[in-house]
């Protein structure tokens, strides 16, 4: 299937896979819609053992991996430096240490949240809306991640391709349908309306061991072939160890395929950049690869994403 889909095929993609209006014409949530009070009620039902794990990678402040596309800074605005000899009149006035953080949390390197928002196609973002509505001074005026303040929780389900296949994919590979449900078929679990889905590909673990950039040396990801099977399957949310777009790309025309079809056409929010390491551990050790998952990006205003630090519970 990989091999006969046309840049016209993707294309059409937008629209047959589209939710625009499904929710009304206002609707900014998207898929986000799927995640009922009964799913929610559901997801949490799947706690058992009480123990949290992690889906985020370290954010490394004032530091440069193979990856990084703008630096994260960190500049201490106060520290504890010398702070044991302060004289009484320093000690009162200033007590702790204090930080500012600054980020460009798009890229390939941040675990992050995308909002609609954060990709258009022929000037519209999804619903139809202009994508004139996210502006330099402003921001995002719609399909911001503030939509998301109150957190989102749903059941998570984790597809381990790389365990399935016995390695991590390859640069350029595409995890494909049949490829989900294989993993499906050997961990017993199936995806439903309202999951979280996350895949992994086995990239973050490879790249922990050797310097790596996207672009420059590669990366798997969901192939767009998926695209239909995400939307039959109606799921919520979309997060893989990768950016979420095999490359190189496999429509160069078209650039990041995935994102165009999820956050334009269908609305789906994504989570980029995710660590899936230990979560296939502890999935692995249960036999279980379902969970409640809780995704609470930063409350910010006008902004086309966060990042972010999916928990999942056992």
């Known amino acids: 299937m990989a091999m006969t889909l046309t840049e016209s095929d993707v294309i059409k993609m ?22 009922t009070a009964a799913k929610r009620k559901r997801a949490a039902a799947l706690v058992a053992d009480g123990v949290p794990v992690s ?26 430096e010398g702070r044991d000899h302060d004289s009484p009149e320093r000690i009162l ?20 949240v995308d909002t609609p928002a954060h990709y258009f196609w022929q000037g ?19 399909e911001s991640v503030d939509l998301l303040r109150d957190g989102v929780v749903s059941r998570g389900v984790l597809l381990d391709v790389a365990a399935l296949k016995g390695r991590w994919l390859e640069a350029g590979e595409g995890v494909m349908p049949e490829d989900l449900e294989a993993a499906e078929k050997a961990q017993n679990v199936r995806v439903e309306a309202g999951d979280i889905l996350l895949i992994r590909t086995g990239y973050y ?14 990366s798997p990801a969901a192939h767009v072939a998926c ?12 997060g893989t160890d990768t950016h979420n777009d095999v490359s190189p790309a496999t429509h160069p025309a ?12 269908m609305g789906l929010w994504l989570i980029d950049n995710a660590n899936l390491e230990e979560l296939a551990k502890a999935c692995s050790a249960r036999k279980r690869w379902e969970f409640m998952l809780t995704v609470a990006p930063l409350r910010l205003q006008g902004v086309t994403g966060s990042p972010v630090n999916p928990i999942a519970l056992f």
């Not at 204090?98 to 798009?106: A, K, L, R, T």
């Not at 519209?124 to 402003?138: A, V």
């Not at 695209?227 to 979309?238: S, Y």
């Not at 078209?254 to 056409?265: F, Q, T």
Request: charged content about 20%; some cysteine; aromatic content about 8%.
């Open 55 to 80: 889906c985020a990678r370290p954010i490394a402040t004032n530091a440069i991996s193979a990856d990084t596309t703008f630096q994260p800074l960190r500049f201490m605005v106060d520290s504890g």
């Open 205 to 218: 673990a490879r790249r922990l061991t050797e310097p790596r950039h996207p672009l420059k040396d590669g």
């Open 124 to 142: 519209k973002i999804y619903n139809g809306r202009s994508c004139n509505l996210i502006t330099s001074r402003e921001g995002a005026q719609v």
């Open 93 to 112: 006035a200033r007590r702790g240490a204090s930080e500012f953080i600054g980020m460009v949390f798009h890229g390939y390197t941040i675990t992050h």
């Open 14 to 35: 937008i629209s047959s896979l589209s939710n625009w209006g499904r929710w009304g014409t206002d609707d900014e949530l998207g898929t986000i819609n799927l995640i």
């Open 254 to 265: 078209l650039g990041n395929v995935v994102h165009i079809v999820s956050l334009v056409g």
């Open 227 to 238: 695209m239909p099977w995400f939307r039959e399957r109606d799921i919520a949310m979309l």
